[in-house]
């Protein structure tokens, strides 16, 4: 299983923006997925997007910060992360997933996920 690569992470200061980058792994990945997970706390899936269509769908606790977007030609898929707050440190996490869950709709559950990145830090401070 060839697992998808991160790049991107930083530490900034709160308010601050970065710009995540994933290469999903593999053939028939019709969906990636962010993930992000700080120390204590599970595993939260924030963002997703269909590779078809570029349908996308958020986590309440990010929408309207972070945009997933994603380039086909560098097959690269994108997280635009804005207003960046404290609360936003984590280790996040691309994943790709071999299905959707209809009509081009992608999960954002981990269990959907069968391949996982190393993940790249981001740290937000006061």
């Known amino acids: 299983q060839v697992q998808p690569v991160e790049s991107g992470g930083g530490s900034v200061q709160a308010g601050g923006s970065l710009k995540l980058s994933c290469i999903p792994s593999g053939f028939n990945k019709y969906c990636v997925g962010w993930f992000r997970q700080a120390p204590g706390k599970e595993r939260e899936g924030i963002a997703a997007?269909?590779?078809?269509?570029?349908?996308?769908n958020y986590a309440d606790s990010v929408k309207g910060r972070f945009t997933i977007s994603q380039d086909n030609a560098k097959n690269i898929v994108y997280l635009q992360v804005d207003r960046l707050e404290p609360e936003d440190t984590a280790k996040y996490y691309c994943?790709?997933?071999?299905?959707?869950?209809?009509?081009?709709?992608?999960?954002?559950?981990?269990?959907?996920?069968?391949?996982w990145g190393q993940g790249t830090q981001v740290t937000v401070s006061s």
């Open positions: 994943a790709a997933a071999s299905s959707d869950l209809g009509g081009g709709y992608c999960s954002r559950a981990s269990h959907w996920y069968d391949a």
């Open positions: 997007i269909y590779r078809g269509s570029g349908k996308t």
